[in-house]
C-alpha cells in the first residue's frame, strides 16, 4: 500500500518514510536506506528519515555516519529517550564513552522502563569492565521485555565473563525459549556449558547450533 501511495504520489514524504520504516522492519536495509536517504533530500530535518537511517548505520556498523544525524534529531527531540539512546549508540563506538552513558542514564530518568537504554548502558558498562552494574542493567532489561531474546542473552553475557557458569546457562536458556529457531542461543549454551567442564552438554547444543545453522561459521 506505501509503494501505490508513492508511485502515484512521489513527494509524499511521510509515505515514502513510512515505506522505510516497514522496509526496516522485514529487516530490508538497502531499500530502506535509499526511502529514507529520498526523504532527507528533501527534507532534511524529517524525524522519521533521521531515526530510520541512523539506526541503519549502527546495524551496518557505521556509528560515524550515523552521529551527525542522531546530533540532529536529538537537537530536536532533546527529551526524548529514543532520541537520547539512538545518540549514545553513536557516541559510545566513536570514543565518547562518558558522553554516551550520561545521555543513557537521562534516557532512563525520562522513562525508566526503556529497554534499549537499558541494554546500551548494561552493554558499555560491561565493555567498562563494570561488571556489578552492568548485571543489574540487563536484568530489569530481561524483566521489561519479557519476550525478547536479546536482554537474556545479553545478561548471559555479562554471567559468563564473571564466571557465574550456572547463571550463564539460565540466561541462555531463557533466551533460547523465546526463540528457539535462533542458533545463537545454542552457541552460547556451548560455550557456557564448556567453559563451565561439561563437555557432553556443551557438544549437544553445539550439535543443536549446527544442525539450527548449516552454514555458519
Known sequence: LLRQVVFTCPDHLAARANLG?????????????????????????NRNALY????????L????????????????????????????DAQG??????AAIAQYR????IDPGYVPA????????FRQSRFDE??????QAARVNSKDPAPQSLLGTILLAREDWPGAIEAFTAAQTRDPAD???SINLSNAHRRSGNLAAALHHARAAWDLAPSSK
Open 61 to 88: 556498523d557505521k556509528p560515524r555516519e550515523a552521529a551527525p544525524l542522531t546530533r540532529r534529531l536529538l537537537q530536536a527531540l532533546p527529551n526524548s529517550a529514543a532520541a537520547l539512546t539512538l545518540d549514545a
Open 21 to 45: 520504516n516497514a522496509l526496516l522492519l522485514l529487516d530490508r536495509l538497502e531499500p530502506a536506506r535509499d526511502a529514507f536517504v529520498a526523504v532527507l533530500k528533501a527534507e532534511p530535518d
Open 52 to 59: 530510520g537511517l541512523a539506526t541503519i548505520l549502527l546495524r
Open 93 to 98: 563506538p566513536i570514543g565518547q564513552v562518558a
Open 106 to 109: 537521562q534516557a532512563l530518568r
Open 118 to 125: 537499558l541494554s546500551g548502558l548494561a552493554t558499555i558498562l
Open 183 to 185: 542458533a545463537t542461543s
Open 134 to 139: 552492568a548485571e543489574d542493567y540487563a536484568r
